[in-house]
């Protein structure tokens, strides 16, 4: 069974770091390219960042990037999430997805609450 | 950025009604490869979406074939044949023909 399980959330002040973590199992992690994407309270969702099966590759929305990096270690079948400079508008629950082809984000991970405020 | 607008924002309906969502791009959502990748997701309530319908029509494994999916170039419409009550929550559309990967506002779908 596939399964996404995220940490590394909570309450942080503007301007500050916070890195989430996506612990990965069910499924050859290796093999898939993967992806954060964010909820704003009561908003809906917003793709923010994606990265390749080796790790090579990165993309990331207008928004973050500069501030946000997207990593994995393949060893370890974690993707992580590294948010600096954070914003009170990146207050958001942030899920890590799979990213298959040519399904998309097929599995996605139960999600992590980022708040930032001072 | 390509703008996934869905219609209706809000969708009241009873149980064994059938029911259409309409997905519109502010543009083709045609690939060069001949593959138009336009998904449905739904989000029930406090949980993380999941995909029901990818590439327009294509069920994904496990999802009851009650919903299906239509559409070509900029229009696209989910259907439910027969709403049961485990249905209820918000559907997405969302694009990955052109990065960045887009998301439609989300219909909700509630009981009248």
């Known amino acids: 069974e596939v399964q996404l399980v995220e940490s590394g959330g909570g309450l942080v002040q503007p301007g500050r770091s916070l890195k989430l973590s996506c612990a990965a199992s069910?499924?050859?992690?290796?093999?898939?390219?993967m992806a954060w994407v964010c909820q704003a309270p009561t908003k809906g969702l917003e793709w923010v960042a994606s990265?390749?099966?080796?790790?090579?590759?990165?993309y990331y929305r207008d928004s973050v990037k500069g501030r946000f990096t997207i990593s994995r270690d393949n060893a370890k079948n974690t993707l992580y999430l590294q948010m600096d400079s954070l914003r009170s508008e990146d207050t958001a629950t942030y899920y890590c997805?799979?990213?298959?082809?040519?399904?998309?984000?097929?599995?996605w991970g139960q999600g992590v609450m980022v708040t930032v405020s001072s | 950025d390509v703008v996934l607008t869905q219609t209706p924002p809000t969708l009241s309906a009873t149980i064994g009604q059938s029911v259409s969502i309409s997905c519109r791009s502010s543009?083709?959502?045609?690939?060069?490869?001949?593959?138009?990748?336009l998904n449905w997701l739904l989000q029930r309530p406090g949980q993380p979406p999941q995909l029901l319908i990818y590439l327009v029509s294509r069920l994904e494994s496990g999802v009851p074939n009650r919903f299906s999916g239509s559409g070509s170039g900029t229009d696209f419409t989910l259907k439910i044949s027969g709403v049961e009550a485990e249905d209820l929550g918000v559907y997405y559309c969302?694009?990955?023909?052109?990065?960045?990967?887009?998301f439609g506002g989300g219909t909700k779908l509630e009981l009248k």
């Open positions: 997805a799979r990213e298959n082809y040519p399904q998309g984000f097929d599995y």
């Open positions: 969302v694009q990955s023909t052109h990065a960045p990967w887009t």
């Open positions: 990265i390749s099966t080796g790790g090579g590759n990165t």
């Open positions: 543009q083709s959502l045609l690939h060069s490869n001949g593959n138009t990748y």
């Open positions: 069910g499924f050859t992690f290796s093999n898939y390219g």
